[in-house]
């Protein structure tokens, strides 16, 4: 399970702290609390959502169905029947799930896109490096990629607006060999947001995502 990944990682972390590794400094520490509490939040929030449309659903549905069986419209036998179909219908339907690449093998990747990042950085800035995905099971299983815990499964960014993985000021990224299945397909040539001219070496220098002057 890809949660459980994750909990391991942060189990993990404190186990070292406890142990009093040096490995791991407090600036991590601070990080990982950060990123724990972002959690807490979003499922918190998430809750809040679920409980007060649960409620809602729940007062209009009785509403309905007390003034249906009031007017005898509808008798009471009949509709527990009806609810006893209608939610074996609703347990059948898949479960609405959060943001998952699809992905079977990064590493077996056909169409990698292979671009003179190097003569082009001082232009770009990674500018790609900015843009929003999600991870694959691949890579939450693997537990080198960092995705948002307040947005799972999406990839991690700074505050800058930069993927978590991309070394500030030199833009390279930190985990290339093991990067997502995302970043080995994309091409920026012709994305409008990275490039006016790409041929011509002419970014698109509007503010059209976070993290880039
Ligand atoms: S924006 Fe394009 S050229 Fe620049 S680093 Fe990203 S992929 Fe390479
Ligand atoms: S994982 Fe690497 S290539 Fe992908 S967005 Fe982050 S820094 Fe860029």
Redesign the pocket.
Known sequence: MQIDTQQNELIMQVAKLEQGDPLVSEAGLQRLEKHFERGLRFAHVMMSINQYEGREGTAYAQALAKVLVSKGLVEQEELDTMMAQVRQEIEAQPTPKVMLSKCDNKYQCQSTVI?D?AS??HI?K???CTLDFYLSDQDLDEGIVHWEYGRPYWIRKETDGYCAHCEPGTWRCQIHSNRPYVCRI?D?RNDKR?WRDFEKMIPNTEDLTPGID
């Open positions: 671009l990042c082009r950085l770009c990674a500018r790609c994309y920026c990275i």
